[in-house]
């Protein structure tokens, strides 16, 4: 049973335009969800985060938006860069978890020139 | 500061053998933990600790077996490999707190013939 679910393997931007990543999740008990990112041979490195009782959270070109009813969550990337490009994970954890985290399956993102 | 590191990067075993996944990390973290990374799954938690002396089970604990005797090290042993253990292996700490951010290593690339 997926309880994160990323349903986009994969996703291609052009250089300079938004980048939209969706996550979903079906536990209702997870309280703070994260993003990651991740280049090839090396380990995931955190990139924002977001507690349920905001709906937004933003970091320079990184934004999070979190729909607690929909149980939906977005990352915002603008504008793209080639920097970019990774596989981006998300995550969920619930407050009595200690911090077990939850993942979703990735989404490749490729910024193109 | 190192951060979290992991040995060996890459290895390859038979089926049967045994080996152990070293880890360690120098920030004084509380927690720690081994995740397994497959391809579409993301990354599925296979046992944490909280601290010195306590570790618990994740999601996908069989055919491994772990131990946390300092707060720095947390090696990952494999009793009898098996095909299906083939994956990349990632260590991460962090401390308690429930928006602690998770730091990972670089990942050890795993075999199993």
């Known amino acids: 049973d997926q309880q994160v679910k990323q349903n986009s393997p994969s996703l291609s931007v052009q250089e300079g335009r938004i980048s939209i990543l969706n996550c979903d999740y079906t536990?209702?008990?997870?309280?703070?969800f994260l993003w990651y990112k991740k280049y090839p041979a090396e380990g995931p490195t955190f990139l924002i985060s977001?507690?349920?009782?905001?709906d937004k959270n933003e970091d320079g070109r990184f934004t999070v938006f979190l729909n607690k009813s929909a149980k939906h969550l977005s990352l915002h990337i603008v504008p793209s860069q080639p920097g970019d490009s990774a596989v981006y994970f998300c995550?969920?954890?619930?407050?009595?978890?200690?911090?077990?985290?939850?993942f979703g399956q990735g989404t490749r993102l490729t910024i193109n020139p | 500061n190192a951060g979290v590191t992991q040995t060996p990067k890459f290895q390859v075993l038979k089926t049967g053998q045994s080996m152990t996944l070293q880890c360690a990390q120098d920030?004084?973290?509380?927690?720690m933990s081994w995740y397994r990374q497959d391809p579409g799954m993301g990354l599925r938690l296979i046992h944490y600790s909280v601290g010195a002396g306590i570790t618990d089970q994740g999601e996908v604990p069989n055919g491994y077996n772990v131990s946390r005797s300092t707060t720095e090290d947390f090696p990952l042993r494999l009793l009898s490999a098996a095909p299906s253990q083939t994956s990349v292996y990632f260590c991460?700490?962090?401390?308690?707190?429930?928006?602690?951010?998770?730091?990972f290593g670089p990942g050890t690339r795993l075999t199993v013939l």
């Open positions: 920030m004084n973290h509380e927690y």
């Open positions: 536990n209702s008990m997870f309280d703070y």
């Open positions: 991460a700490s962090s401390y308690t707190g429930r928006t602690d951010t998770q730091y």
């Open positions: 995550a969920a954890k619930r407050s009595q978890g200690a911090q077990k985290l939850v």
């Open positions: 977001i507690s349920s009782i905001k």
